[in-house]
């Protein structure tokens, strides 16, 4: 028996820019994980889970592109679906983490994994992918792929689920739609990644706020915001956050807010579960 694991993820800066050719900043989000196990089975190499609401057809293609034959790989996961946090990138990674490890090979992870992405999102940017298969933040651009992006601290940062499944594919298309009279705004949400990764370098947390509320307006005009997630950033604000934003395609799913200390991060996601989010994380896990 092998076992893969994968974590959640989550985007500080540059959702939807990056689909668009611009610079995204993201991170692995620990406090949420999938895990998977392949063992021995007669037969085409599948993937059953337990838990969850998977594209498991993908899951079994990116198995199969690991090793086809002769493997069962059961799959949990405590990454919400459906709520922008890296839930399909995830599984995808945790399955073809245990597949490799069941053949005792090292394999091309992200490549087998975007088999299961595509079935999942058409055609993703990649971030995800590259996002929970890092050790840290990234920086991450369309056919650079991932920069690391050194920094001692990691930012005090709150996740909150609104409950409300977004649909990526479409915010996407509407973003697309939209890009003609946009284009402006949507290379700004990308440029700003760049100050965003000297902020978490620097420990700015006070710069690296401003650029995520500035990013959530610029969201917002584009459309993808929604008075839900408009709902849980404001009462975050008001609590003490440094800044408050959505994060992932938007139109429902999850907020991300910084807070300038963990136990700030902390009363914070309480604050928000008051607030009526149906789930909250700090970095260690929910709350
Ligand atoms: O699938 P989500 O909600 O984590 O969003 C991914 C980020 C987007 O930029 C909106 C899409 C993409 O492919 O990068």
New binding site residues.
């Given amino acids: 028996m092998s076992e893969g694991q994968a974590p959640g993820?989550v985007?500080l800066l540059g959702?939807?820019a990056?689909?668009h050719g611009g610079w995204?900043l993201a991170l692995p989000w620990p406090a949420v994980e999938a895990v998977a196990t392949a063992t021995a089975a007669v037969g085409a190499t599948q993937v059953v889970s337990e838990a969850g609401d998977y594209d498991v057809r993908g899951l079994t293609a990116a198995a199969r592109a690991v090793r086809a034959e002769g493997c069962v790989v059961a799959l949990r996961s405590s990454v919400p679906v459906g709520a922008?946090?890296?839930s399909?990138a995830a599984t995808a990674l945790a399955v073809v983490r245990a597949v490799a490890a069941f053949n005792g090979q090292a394999c091309d992870e992200l490549g087998c994994a975007d088999v299961a992405e595509r079935f999942a999102?058409g055609t993703?940017?990649?971030?995800?992918a590259a996002t929970v298969a890092a050790a840290g933040p990234i920086l991450f651009r369309r056919g650079d792929g991932a920069r690391p992006v050194a920094g001692g601290a990691l930012p005090a940062l709150v996740v909150a689920d609104t409950g409300r499944p977004?649909n990526?594919a479409e915010?996407?298309a509407a973003v697309a739609e939209r890009l003609d009279r946009h284009r402006t705004l949507v290379d700004a949400l990308g440029q700003a990644a760049l100050p965003g990764a000297a902020a978490l370098e620097a420990q700015d947390w006070d710069g690296l706020g401003q650029l995520m509320d500035e990013a959530q307006d610029r969201l917002a005009t584009l459309g993808v915001s929604h008075p839900d997630l408009d709902r849980l950033v404001a009462v975050a604000r008001a609590a003490g956050a440094l800044g408050a934003k959505l994060t992932?395609?938007?139109r429902g799913?999850c907020v991300v807010a910084l807070a300038p200390d963990a136990a700030t991060a902390r009363a914070l996601a309480s604050t928000l579960l008051d607030a009526g989010a149906t789930r909250a994380w700090t970095m260690d896990g929910p709350v």
Avoid at 124 to 128: A, C
Wanted: glycine residues 24%.
């Fill in positions: 993820k985007i959702e939807h990056v689909v995204a922008g946090l890296g399909s999102h993703p940017s990649g971030l995800d977004r990526a915010a996407v992932g395609a938007g799913g």
